[in-house]
């Protein structure tokens, strides 16, 4: 069977996260600049291989003090280290519309396997023509892993940042001729 590339469809997609400030509240953020593309056998997502990347200089929080702090030294480092990226080894069906995600996720120089949930919304056509497949994706990562270790504490016991960054992910692909 011919093997399909999917791009993604950066439109209808969304790279967010979020983490405990202050320990009580969550900050969200999100990448606007991201790449990610699927190999599959066919339309068959089954066993396809990902593989993504997000400039690190388009991280937002909406706030451009926050975002510069995260782009340094002391957190994601872009200027020797302008990208994250995710290469898949795994893609594996659980359940109808239900997968696990396996791959390297690389970030500040550092590489580590991570799994993740997947939910497959499954194959469209849209208005246009265009086939299309939807995916979501949510998921845990401990920043501290990457080093991405900067803290402060707190007066009352605690620390400023959480060290659980939760993934929520939108990915739609679109098939290429």
Do not use: C
Request: aromatic share 10%.
């Amino acid at each position: 069977m011919a093997t399909t590339k999917w791009s993604i469809d950066p439109t209808h997609s969304e790279i967010g996260f979020k983490v405990k400030h202050m320990m009580f509240t969550n900050v969200s953020g999100k990448f606007g600049t991201y790449d990610a593309s699927a190999i599959t056998e066919g339309d068959s997502f089954d066993n396809a291989d990902f593989s993504f990347s997000a400039d690190i200089a388009s991280i937002d929080t909406a706030n451009a003090d926050r975002d510069g702090h995260l782009r340094s030294g002391d957190f994601f480092d872009a200027e020797n280290h302008p990208k994250l990226t995710f290469k898949s080894s795994a893609f594996k069906k659980i359940n109808d519309g239900e997968y696990e995600l396996t791959g390297d996720l690389d970030i500040k120089g550092v590489s580590k396997t991570v799994k993740f949930p997947v939910e497959f919304s499954g194959i469209m056509t849209d208005p246009w023509g265009n086939t299309k497949v939807g995916l979501s994706i949510e998921g845990k990562i401990n920043r501290k892993d990457w080093g991405l270790n900067w803290n402060s504490a707190l007066e009352t016991g605690g620390v400023l940042v959480g060290e659980e960054v939760r993934l929520n992910i939108e990915l739609q692909f679109v098939k290429q001729a």
